[in-house]
């Protein structure tokens, strides 16, 4: 069955950078769309950023306002993993971050998350 795990969270200070990494298995990775999503405490979900599958072809992303700029969504089809690399981290990043599959227009699959925490 499908399964994302999410790592790379923990406590930055602002202005700091993280790298957080979804290792994917159980569909065959390079073909789907994928994406981040986040949920700050006592808020609804966020998106963050999608990446089509590539195919061979080039790679193309989508960020929310909140973080174009500060954030890149990569990934490697070889090593089954979605990647986001998040700089310059501001206290609102706080939250749990999950990876999602894309299917179609639906974000079926979830990982279980990672906690980012930007606080000095």
């Known amino acids: 069955q499908v399964q994302l795990v999410e790592s790379g969270g923990g406590l930055v200070q602002p202005g700091g950078s993280l790298r957080l990494s979804c290792a994917a298995s159980?569909?065959?990775?390079?073909?789907?769309?994928m994406g981040w999503v986040r949920q700050a405490p006592g808020k609804g979900l966020e998106w963050v950023s999608d990446?089509?599958?590539?195919?061979?072809?080039?790679?193309?992303?989508d960020y929310a306002d909140s973080v174009k700029g500060r954030f890149t969504i990569s990934r490697d089809n070889a090593k089954n993993t979605l990647y986001l690399q998040m700089n310059s981290l501001k206290p609102e990043d706080t939250a749990v971050y999950y990876c999602a599959k894309i299917d179609g227009s639906s974000w079926a699959s979830w990982g279980q998350g990672t906690q980012v925490t930007v606080s000095s």
């Open positions: 159980g569909f065959t990775f390079s073909i789907y769309a």
């Open positions: 990446i089509n599958s590539g195919g061979g072809r080039k790679y193309y992303a």
